[in-house]
């Protein structure tokens, strides 16, 4: 065989060594990857959502108060940002839907 061959197709061997693990993982254990999933949404909505957006609210608040031009734009990415916070339970829940779990 060719070097470049033989290279190649250690690598691919590497690489399924590698990732067999990770595969083994999903086999029986889908429950833990949903509540994984809920406890993150979880945490995120009740504890790091709602303080990331006050600060938010408030760095644009300042801004516009000092006739900043980009704080209307920094304000639609803070709702957005904010929107996208709060609605992740259900982002989760759809994602949980699609997976079939």
């Not at 070097?3 to 999903?26: C, E, V």
């Not at 029986?28 to 406890?39: D, I, P, Y």
């Not at 516009?64 to 940002?81: C, K, S």
Request: net charge positive.
């Amino acid at each position: 065989m060719k070097k470049k061959t033989k290279d190649i197709l250690m690598s691919a061997g590497m690489l399924l060594m590698t990732a067999a693990p990770s595969f083994a993982q999903f086999s029986g254990n889908s429950g833990q990857v949903g509540s994984f999933l809920g406890s993150t949404a979880g945490w995120l909505v009740s504890v790091l959502g709602p303080g990331l957006f006050l600060i938010g609210v408030i760095m644009v608040g300042i801004s516009l108060a000092m006739g900043d031009q980009d704080a209307m734009r920094r304000g639609g990415y803070v709702i957005g940002g904010g929107a996208l916070i709060f609605l992740s339970n259900s982002v989760v829940a759809l994602l949980k839907s699609l997976s079939g779990n």
